[in-house]
């Protein structure tokens, strides 16, 4: 099956400064997905970015399929940016298939 | 607003005691699905479900019932609750199959089986 690795594992920050989380998988994909996941356990789209680049307010990603990698970047971190945030790529499977999460990159941002 | 709604947020019960766990989306997604988050785990998924009347077993389904009558609900079931179902529970959704667009995931159920 895909492999889905990200790195760092953990990372802290001072605020105001930028960051830079990568996914590495495994196998050709046609849909990539960054999740937050927020001290309180909610588990928030970022982005769907199965290629190219997007952006949204400070935070944005890049997909290369052809070299299996995606990036996030964080810039001017804030500490509400703090939890982990995943990547997840789609895996079919029988008429179906499921969502292939890495381990994550815990995140905490000081003030 | 398009989203995924999960009820109840946080729930304790006995062990043996029948539960449900409801999950309804807004957006008129054909794909639904249910995971489950542990420690050390990560993220693995109970059922799935590609439209009305279809669903699938997914990779720990055992313990667990779902049922899709409505295009907008896919409910979990816990029939006779054990402490290992103890976890933290999401149910999500996407418009199309395959991974294709993106998943909206609902805000989760922390469970504790006593």
């Known amino acids: 099956g895909i492999q889905v690795e990200q790195s760092p594992p953990d990372l802290i920050l001072q605020e105001g400064a930028n960051s830079t989380l990568r996914c590495n998988f495994s196998?050709?994909?046609?849909?990539l997905q960054w999740f937050h996941q927020n001290p309180w356990g909610q588990l928030i789209n970022l982005f769907y970015?199965?290629?190219g680049t997007k952006q949204n307010g400070r935070l944005s990603a890049t997909t290369v399929a052809t070299e299996r990698y995606s990036l996030l970047y964080i810039s001017s971190s804030q500490t509400t940016d703090s939890g982990v945030y995943f990547c997840?790529?789609?895996?079919?499977?029988?008429?179906?298939?499921?969502?292939?999460f890495g381990q994550g990159t815990e995140l905490s941002v000081k003030p | 607003e398009a989203q995924v709604t999960q009820n109840p947020r946080y729930l304790i019960t006995v062990t043996g005691k029948k539960l449900t766990v409801t999950c309804s989306q807004n957006?008129?997604?054909?794909?639904m699905s249910w995971y489950r988050q542990d420690p050390g785990l990560g993220l693995r998924q109970i059922y799935y479900?590609?439209?009305?009347?279809?669903?699938d077993k997914g990779d720990v389904p055992e313990g667990y019932k779902v049922s899709r009558k409505e295009k907008r609900n896919f409910p979990l079931i816990l029939e006779s609750p054990s402490p290992n179902q103890t976890s933290l529970y999401f149910c999500?959704?996407?418009?199309f199959g395959q991974g294709r667009g993106g998943y909206t995931f609902g805000s989760g159920t922390r469970l504790t089986v006593v």
């Open positions: 999500a959704s996407s418009l």
């Open positions: 196998d050709s994909v046609n849909n």
């Open positions: 970015i199965p290629s």
């Open positions: 997840a790529v789609f895996m079919i499977y029988n008429q179906g298939g499921k969502l292939i």
């Open positions: 957006m008129n997604h054909e794909y």
């Open positions: 479900s590609m439209n009305v009347e279809v669903t």
